[in-house]
Structure formats: C-alpha cells, structure tokens
C-alpha cells in the first residue's frame, strides 16, 4: 500500500527560513503522489489535507472538564486549516491522570461541554479527534514547568478518591516515582472496559477519529516493555503475551467505535530499553487485526529522557513510520520536528507516512496549514471566512509579494 516515490524528501529539502529564497506562490505543478494538501480518506472520514495537529497536553483542565480554553485553544487550530485535530491525551481512568489538570472522558459529565468544541471544529471543516491515555505507573507528576516531578501527596483529580498508581508489574518508573500496584487479571479487564466506555463518550461528544496513546512509557508502553513488565502471566513473559493489553485495548476501543471511523494508534517506534522497530513492525499488524487504521510513530518515553528533546535533526522519527508503513502495510503518521512546508509535503509526496502530525509549530503558529500552503504555491482559501478569503486570494496574486514574519533585504519605495 505504501505508494512509489517519484520524487524524495530531498528533493524538496528548500531552504528553511522565511527569507528571499522562499518559493513564490507560483502556479504547482501536477501532483505525481498523493502531497501535504490532497485530502485522505481513512474509513468513512475524509480529511481535508494530511496536516494533523498532533495530540499536546495544555494542562488547563480542572476536575478533567473541557473549559472555554479548550474551545478556543482547539477552535483555532481547526481555524489555521489543519485537517485532522487531535485533542491531547485525554485519560479513561482518574488513576490515569499525569497531572491534576489533565481532562478526563472517564463520566458522562464530558460529554456535553466536549459537544460544543467537536462542533465548532467540525464547523471550520477539520475533523476532531481525541486522544484517550492512561499514564499507569507515571501518572501523578507535577506539570512540566513545576519540574514534572512525582507527586507524593495528592487527592485525585476525582474528589473522594484515592489516586493509586497502577502498571503491569511493581517496579517505580524512576527515582522518587511510586511503585505501582500490579494489576490482576480481573483489573485488567476493569481497565479494558474503561477504555470502551470511553471511546462510547467520545462518540457521543461527536468526535470522529480516536487515537490511543499506547508510547511514551505510559500504560500501554508499560505492557509492551521488557523493562517494566516482568508479568508471567498471560499478559506477560514473551513479546505476544507483552502485546497482548495493547491488542486488547485496541480491540476494546473498536468495540463501541464505529466501523466507519477511524481508529490511529500511537507508539513509541523504539525506546532504548528494549523495544525495537522490528517489534513495533509485529505489533502495527497486529493492531491492524485488531481494528487500527493509522500508525502514529513517535519514539521513547520508557527512560529518564524527554520525549520532546530538541537536541535532534528534523523529521526524525519519519524513518519508523516509512519503515513501518512498508513493512506492516498499514497507513502511518509522521511526526517529530516537522516544521516546514516543503519538508511536510516532501515525507507525504515520497510515501515516507500518509500523514504528518506537527506539535510544537502548530503552537507558534496554528495558521501554518494557510501560511504552507501558500508557501508550496496553492492557493488555499476555501476553510477560511469569506471576508478573510477574498481579500488574501487578492493579496496572493501579486507575485512579487511572500507572506511572512520576516524577510531580509526589503526596500521600502
Ligand atoms: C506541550 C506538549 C504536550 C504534549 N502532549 C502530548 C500528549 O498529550 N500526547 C502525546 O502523545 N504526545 C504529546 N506530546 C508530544 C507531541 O504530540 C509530539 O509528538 C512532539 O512534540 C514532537 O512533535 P513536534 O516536534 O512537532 O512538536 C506533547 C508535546 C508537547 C510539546
């Protein structure tokens, strides 16, 4: 299924600043594959474009409410022209939160306030979609900027409750984290349905595609890790019986998600602590099987290390999702350090991933899809409100003229 690739990542690699070299807003020239802005259809859900705002914890949650923040936080980035917004990793279980101020899907109460947002999302032509978690043995940590830490005190994000931390198997994820309560079979399935009746609330809030965040050192990564499950049970002991929660959870998930939705799936390609890109080729058809239509390759968390580690080349992680997309024959999602137009439309024009997701870029600029696409020569004013439209599409007929936050060498007359 992965497509052939008449042209490469780099032939596309333009130069990346926003100076005198970038392209004009010339004519294109005629698509060869599938490029950034062609739509994707995955079941029954056709997205405008293959530009996905990639799941980020904003941490504004209270009790694990949808606030005005999230209206206007998600709202905009349906606005900037994304195809595919992912709302952040949002948890099935209280136990689950990273943080206090995580969101929740685990009571009905969400549903309501989350009809709101999905619908004015949904009224800006993007597709909302949302993430479902659950952080295991390293939940309970303060915010990023509080240093991120364990917390040793804490009432849970669900008054009246305790909030226990739970994993496969008694090991701490670190120094001054918590060992966790091992999990017995029938929690096990306690867990699963959890993360049914929460793939039912999203429905009901009217979101269109689900991710479950199985990377990052979070449960599911715990299940599928040699480093923190040292179960010998069923879901344990070898790398099936390590796969078996995440093929579970999976399976779960489909069970109250229609057929003609679309289902992704995030993991961590490789963590430097035993999980290898061979293991993540077996495990994307497994969940292939099991009702996965997208892989979303990211990479790490199991270690001490940040999983948005800056120290790092762009697209650095698109190398597992061409890998995994060839070898599993299953759609997959490029992300990591993707930040410019040319690099994005390049990884989808050379069948590296059928769709990128952008994080942090998106944050500085949720208009990047209308700022890339102008950037790659297209004119793309169709998402945006009639009066913003007509005066851009004027504005991008003067060839002379590039938008930007900077360009060298400006004359004024
Ligand atoms: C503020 C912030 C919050 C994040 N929260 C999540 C999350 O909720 N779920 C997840 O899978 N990844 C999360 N990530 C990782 C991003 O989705 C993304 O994979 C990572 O930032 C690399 O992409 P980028 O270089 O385009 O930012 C977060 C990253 C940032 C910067």
Known sequence: MAGTAPRTASDHAAPHGNDEQAPRPEAASPPLQPGLFDPCSVRQVTLRNRVVVSPMLSYCAEGGHPNDFHLIHYGKLACGGAGLVFVESTKVDPRGCSTPHDL???KDDYIEPWRRITRFIKSQGAIPGIQLSHSGRKARRAVPWQGGGPLREWTSVEPGQAW???????IAHGAGYSVPHALTQSEIEQCLRDWEHAARRALCAGFEAIEIHGAHGYLIHQFLSPRANLRSDAYGASLAGRMRFAIEVAASVRRSWPADKPLFFRISAVDNAGWTLDDST????ELGRAGVDVIDCSS??????SVTNTARPYGYQVGYARHIREQAGVMTMAVGLIAH???ADGI??????DLVALGRELLHNPNWPLDAAHKLGLRKYDHIPKASAYYLEKRAA???????????GLRQP
């Open 398 to 408: 003067n060839p002379a003229f590039t938008p930007s936050t900077w360009r060298r």
């Open 341 to 343: 137009a040319d690099q």
């Open 164 to 170: 226990q931390i739970i994993g496969p198997s008694a």
């Open 300 to 305: 790490g968390g199991m270690g001490e290390e």
């Open 348 to 353: 989808i024009r050379a069948g590296d991933a």
């Open 104 to 106: 929740g899907l685990w």
């Open 282 to 285: 077996v495990l994307a058809r």
